[in-house]
């Protein structure tokens, strides 16, 4: 091939070539899997995945602590605890909203750095809180730099990433938040919630330190015209050794075709508008499942279920379950595909869901009413269910099905959905549309764990898990009809998929 692969314009031009492209790209991709520079770049920045989903996660056992806070100006009450769940997920979304202008304007790197400051302020706030507005205020702040890193670091690695590895890099965001929340739920089994805040900084800040050794995306350093920065990031990259040359040009013509602003009347072209909308219903989705709601009051679900262990202990076997299942997908994205682990995925969400709910409105209630969150304060009429001793095997079953939710989402509706905004998405609205994406989803999971608890109170808990039931099976079909494969293919053959117009996505 004597030209780069989006200058050719014949008709019968095959966007996904069954062939591997070039050797000067084979040998591109070998380099980077002998250099561990592009695999340390990518640790540095999926680091703030890992404060995260620390951050995310830290009520579940901090609300239960505060419920029972002998301090006044501490002690929650149900409404106080439902706002401090929830709050998270309104600085999520403003951090979205913001990544839409960073994104481009600081570039993907230093807008990654750029969230260690809401993210330490958070925490401090938290770690010294004397009363219900500072616990509130650092709760957004982190989830502020939590939104804003969501849509800015699976965008740098996949544009710092060989198409060989990037379905394995792509997992590793997501890996890092599970691993971030596994830590917070094995942590709160010995510190106090206090230390749990303060515990969460060391992360942010090896995170900085990290970074200010890190190129920026050679994507983003060609947009601004500084060619030479980007070719030497290309090659500190890929490794002294490797040929980049092939790689190089490639990311060159796609960035030279895309160098203007998008304009709102190319914004209607089906090749820049059908990316867009693929990655904002799957984040739309994908927290309709319900990850958000039942990781964030994950504690207290198990506390409103009769179960064989200490809630607390279930919380900490379900992150490691979840850590585990990233760990599968990471190694097996780049072999089985996305579509194959996305219809996995939800098949087994549904599963679980309809499990939990029926076994909420026909299983055995705890022995004594759970004080924590009070999630069923009052059982509706003609669904009380007799009190059990969690004693036998039946009262396992909330777990292993959290566990099988956890599992299917981890292995699929969780890290593929980030992986594929990223890879997807139209250079030229990259940097806006991802912050949108993230600004979607978070508005979407402040809206389902603010309404949770009112719905469980008034309905009961198997209602929700009737209604994240229906809608993996909605999953399952819009993975089917709307989901591209782009296993093994670069970014630049994926956005020439969506500009050659072609219709079927299955391959």
Request: glycine share 8%; with cysteine.
């Amino acid at each position: 091939m004597q030209e780069p692969l989006l200058g050719a314009e014949a008709p019968d031009y095959d966007t996904f070539p069954e062939k591997p492209p070039p050797s000067p790209g084979e040998r591109t991709r070998v380099g980077a899997l002998q250099n561990k520079k592009v695999f340390l770049a990518t640790f540095a920045a999926v680091l703030g995945n890992f404060s995260f989903g620390y951050a995310l996660v830290y009520t579940s056992p901090v609300i239960p602590a505060l419920e029972h806070s002998l301090d006044p100006n501490l002690s929650l009450t149900k409404t106080q605890a439902s706002w401090f769940g929830s709050v998270f997920t309104l600085g999520a979304a403003a951090g979205g909203l913001s990544a839409m202008v960073l994104n481009d304007l600081l570039g993907r790197k230093l807008s990654i750095m750029f969230s260690a400051v809401p993210s330490a302020a958070g925490y401090a706030l938290m770690a010294g809180a004397h009363g219900l507005w500072m616990l509130l205020l650092g709760r957004t702040l982190t989830g502020f730099a939590g939104g804003l890193t969501a849509a800015c670091i699976p965008v740098y690695v996949s544009e710092i990433a060989p198409a060989g590895v990037r379905g394995a890099l792509g997992a590793t965001p997501q890996l890092m938040a599970v691993f971030g929340s596994l830590s917070l739920y094995a942590l709160g089994l010995r510190l106090p919630w206090r230390w749990l805040a303060v515990a969460g900084e060391g992360p942010v800040l090896v995170m900085i330190v990290l970074l200010s050794f890190m190129p920026n995306s050679p994507r983003f350093l060609l947009s601004r015209g500084r060619d030479s920065e980007a070719l030497q990031a290309l090659a500190w990259l890929r490794g002294a050794d490797a040929d980049i040359r092939w790689e190089f040009e490639q990311i060159q013509d796609n960035v030279r075709r895309q160098s203007s602003h998008l304009s709102w009347a190319e914004a209607r072209d089906p090749h820049v508008y059908r990316p867009i909308v693929i990655a904002l219903l799957m984040r739309f989705l994908q927290q309709l499942t319900g990850i958000t709601p039942i990781l964030v009051y994950l504690q207290s679900i198990f506390d409103s279920t009769a179960v064989l262990l200490p809630p607390e202990d279930d919380a900490a076997i379900v992150g490691a379950v979840r850590l585990l299942s990233v760990l599968i997908a990471a190694l097996t994205m780049d072999l089985a595909g996305r579509k194959a682990l996305l219809f996995v995925s939800a098949a087994s969400m549904f599963a679980a869901n309809l499990t939990l709910g029926l076994y909420v409105h026909f299983g055995p209630k705890p022995l004594t009413p759970n004080g924590t969150m009070g999630l069923e304060s009052v059982p509706p009429a003609g669904t009380e269910q007799p009190l059990a001793t969690p004693t036998g095997y039946l009262t396992l079953v909330p777990l292993l099905a959290t566990m099988l939710f956890i599992m299917g989402y981890a292995m699929g509706w969780g890290p593929i959905t980030w992986l594929l905004m990223s890879e997807i998405l139209p250079l030229r609205a990259r940097g806006v549309a991802s912050g949108l994406c993230v600004l979607v989803s978070w508005l979407t999971a402040f809206a389902l764990t603010k309404s949770f608890l009112l719905v469980v109170n008034a309905f009961g808990l198997q209602v929700p898990f009737f209604f994240f039931a229906a809608v993996c099976s909605v999953n399952l079909a819009f993975t089917g009809c709307c989901v591209p494969e782009t296993k093994g293919r670069s970014l630049e053959q994926i956005e020439a998929f969506f500009r050659s117009g072609r219709r079927s996505f299955l391959r």
